[in-house]
């Protein structure tokens, strides 16, 4: 049989409300002592400074990635400007090439200062110092040979210069003018 050992057990006397009594006192266990939780922080400790280092990495290689994106949206917003300056370019091109109007007319200023206003409209000037300017129409509504003289000449002899000049349409519009005028 195994032995079982007497150690003394150490007593406590409590007071109560009912009088003294003498308790059994209890050793505080390994885990209520100051020297175990002073042991607890200071691996908490050394695990936090080792958190702290691998976090800073952390941040290091998130900022290098972020770098990486935020270089690549500005590489793209930047071919996606180039593109569309190429294209407007382009049209600009096409344009002054259909109307003979100059490139850089066509352009406009360069921005809304006053100063580059004003140096547009001096180039707009020069260039239609080069070019004829062209006709202002009259006022409202153009009406050709307005206030001239009709011609005395008949339906049947406009008809005729109609066939003559190979102008079917006017011919058949004046025929069935005097269809009507009967």
């Known amino acids: ?18 009088g003294t009594v003498e308790t059994e006192a209890k050793k505080p ?9 002073k042991a607890i922080a200071r691996e908490q400790e050394k695990r936090a400074k ?23 949206a500005e590489r793209i917003a930047a071919a996606e400007q180039r593109a569309q300056e190429l294209e407007l370019k ?20 360069e921005d809304a200062t006053a100063e580059a206003i004003q140096a547009y409209a001096e180039k707009l000037v020069e260039w239609r110092g080069n070019t004829a300017a062209p006709e202002r129409p009259p006022f409202g509504v153009h009406v050709p040979n307005e206030g001239k003289t009709p011609p005395n000449v008949s339906l049947d ?14 011919a058949i519009h004046l025929k069935r003018q005097k269809a009507h005028s009967r």
Request: charge should be negative.
């Open 90 to 109: 382009a049209t600009r091109g096409e344009i002054s090439g259909a109307t003979g109007v100059p490139v850089e007319i066509l352009a406009g200023p």
């Open 29 to 37: 266990e390994s885990t209520e002592t100051v020297e175990h939780w």
């Open 1 to 18: 049989m195994p032995e079982i050992e007497n150690k003394p057990v150490e007593t406590e006397t409590v007071e109560t409300p009912k």
């Open 50 to 72: 080792a958190n702290v280092a691998a976090a800073k990495r952390l941040a290091e290689i998130e900022e290098a990635n972020k770098t990486a994106e935020e270089k690549a």
């Open 157 to 170: 002899e406009q008809i005729a210069a109609a066939s003559k000049a190979g102008n079917h349409a006017l």
